[in-house]
């Protein structure tokens, strides 16, 4: 069984049993977690698409160990100026286990009954406003 799982932005294809590497996870090695952002699932049977995501499904997987990945080097120069610098990256992960995709059971909805109640319009009465006449007060010259 396969997923396309989407997790800080990125989508992964993961597997069963199958030991992979996620962007950095908080927690210690040993800690479970849970996937609920599912995209797809391909069953041996049949294909399953999310809207966006499938509802009733997560997986569990395990927290194996953290580590650094390989260097990453910026190299950054202008020529004919004598201008060279070179910065290397580190990018933090976290090995993961995934141990099994969990259907939950379907959840009936309860429809909340919506009581309709009468408004009172009050009716009231159009009092004219008398408008005061503003007075020129511009002076002749």
């Given at each position: 069984m396969q997923a396309l799982v989407e997790h800080r932005g990125k989508q992964f294809l993961v597997e069963e049993d199958q030991e992979f590497k996620f962007?950095?996870?908080?927690?210690?090695?040993?800690?479970?977690?849970?996937?609920d952002k599912i995209l797809f699932v391909d069953d041996s049977k049949k294909k399953e698409?999310?809207?966006?995501?499938?509802?009733?499904?997560?997986?569990s997987g395990e927290i194996i160990s953290h580590g650094r990945d390989d260097?990453?080097?910026?190299?950054?120069?202008?020529?004919?100026?004598?201008?060279?610098?070179k910065k290397g990256h580190r990018q933090?992960?976290?090995?993961?286990?995934?141990?099994?995709?969990?259907?939950a059971?379907?959840?009936k909805t309860e429809t909340k009954k919506t009581v309709n109640k009468k408004t009172e319009t009050k009716k009231t009465a159009n009092k004219k406003?008398?408008?005061?006449?503003?007075?020129?007060t511009k002076k002749d010259k």
């Open positions: 962007p950095y996870l908080g927690g210690k090695a040993g800690d479970k977690f849970n996937l698409f999310g809207k966006p995501y499938i509802q009733n499904l997560s997986i260097k990453i080097v910026v190299f950054k120069m202008k020529r004919r100026k004598g201008y060279q610098v933090d992960f976290t090995l993961v286990k995934i141990e099994k995709f969990k259907k059971a379907n959840k406003t008398e408008t005061k006449k503003a007075a020129d």
